[in-house]
């Protein structure tokens, strides 16, 4: 009885025989083709997604910008960590994104940078902290990303994580996606897209691929 109680009371309680749920409220992508495939409708807030790459520059910001512009409107804060170019303020804009709210940090040391990640994911003016993990030894490995899921959830943002190859990956993300870019010789540049496959989601066995125009 007093188990039983327990259960009922404490919803966020995992069950071995149940699959975790999402907790907390999702912030919706942008693109419908991709909520639909997400739990909850969006991304996972008070958590960590990971987006995994063989390279870069593939459009995997353009990806966010419609959550930046959802965020940014609604008063929230955004910090990207470690960008490897510049963000163009002119895209930004256009997105509707207010840039007097984006930030952005270059810290020398992977430390300063696991610190600013931390602070402002606690910080309840934060809606999002995007970062660019380095490739030193110790960086955002598993323990330190523990710590930062922790002030997510703490802050109620989200900490988007984008990572070359699948070496280093979490078991404290709720949320893992593979991005990989499709052209053809025949396709105009508006016509580009994204191939998302999602790799891990918390709340579901199910791992769907979707394609994303830009």
Not at 55 to 72: D, F, N, S
Not at 102 to 113: K, N, R, T
Request: hydrophobic share 45%; proline share 8%; charged share 20%.
């Amino acid at each position: 009885m007093i188990i039983d109680d327990l259960l009922r009371s404490v919803p966020r309680l995992w069950r071995g025989n149940r699959l975790p749920v999402v907790a907390g409220p999702t912030c919706p992508t942008g693109f419908p083709e991709l909520d639909r495939e997400l739990p909850g409708g969006g991304w996972p807030t008070g958590a960590v997604v990971e987006f995994l790459s063989d390279t870069g520059g593939i459009g995997e910001l353009r990806l966010l910008l419609p959550a930046l512009q959802r965020l940014t409107q609604a008063g929230n804060h955004v910090l990207l960590i470690r960008p490897p170019h510049v963000p163009n303020a002119v895209v930004l804009q256009r997105a509707g994104i207010q840039l007097n709210r984006v930030l952005v940090a270059q810290p020398e040391h992977e430390q300063d940078a696991l610190w600013m990640a931390e602070q402002a994911l606690r910080n309840p003016g934060c809606g999002a902290v995007l970062a660019w993990p380095g490739s030193r030894r110790g960086g955002f490995n598993d323990e330190r990303v523990r710590r930062l899921q922790v002030a997510a959830e703490d802050g109620q943002s989200t900490l988007f994580l984008y990572r070359t190859g699948r070496r280093q990956v979490s078991q404290w993300a709720a949320l893992r996606l593979e991005l990989l870019p499709v052209s053809h010789a025949a396709m105009r540049p508006a016509d580009a897209f994204l191939q998302v496959s999602v790799l891990k989601a918390v709340g579901t066995h199910r791992r769907p691929q979707v394609q994303i125009f830009f």
